[in-house]
């Protein structure tokens, strides 16, 4: 078990990205949160089995959405967990 917190910046707002994170954390079986934080990038939280994880990661570094220009993160991984039970977002 693992959680990692990827930063998208840039070009990252209005391009689906909130979405398509969500529904690729939903897919593994991820729980956490994807949201707009205060400095207008959108954030991610994620947790669960190792390979989940490893898995989002891959989908992160291969760009999450096509309409994005770039595709500029920052990674932190992390061993421990912080008990996230759902994958909430500030989307519908």
Same mark, same amino acid.
């Given at each position: 078990?693992? &959680?990692? &917190?990827? !930063?998208?910046? %840039?070009?990252?707002? @209005?391009? @689906? ?5 969500? #529904?690729?954390? $939903?897919? *593994? @079986? *991820?729980? %956490?949160?994807?949201? $707009?934080?205060? #400095?207008?990038?959108? /954030?991610?939280? !994620?947790?669960? +089995? ?11 570094? #291969? @760009?999450?959405? $096509?309409?994005?220009?770039?595709? &500029?993160? +920052?990674? /932190? ?5 912080? %008990?996230?039970? +759902?994958?909430?977002?500030?989307? !519908?």
């Amino acid at each position: 078990m693992k &959680r990692a &917190r990827v !930063i998208f910046s %840039g070009d990252a707002t @209005g391009t @689906g990205h909130r979405f398509f994170v969500k #529904q690729k954390a $939903l897919e *593994l @079986g *991820l729980k %956490g949160y994807c949201v $707009l934080n205060e #400095q207008n990038n959108i /954030e991610a939280e !994620i947790e669960g +089995t190792t390979p989940a994880v490893d898995e989002f990661i891959q989908f992160v570094q #291969q @760009g999450v959405s $096509l309409q994005a220009q770039s595709n &500029r993160f +920052t990674l /932190e991984v992390f061993d421990d967990l912080k %008990g996230y039970k +759902t994958m909430k977002t500030d989307i !519908i």
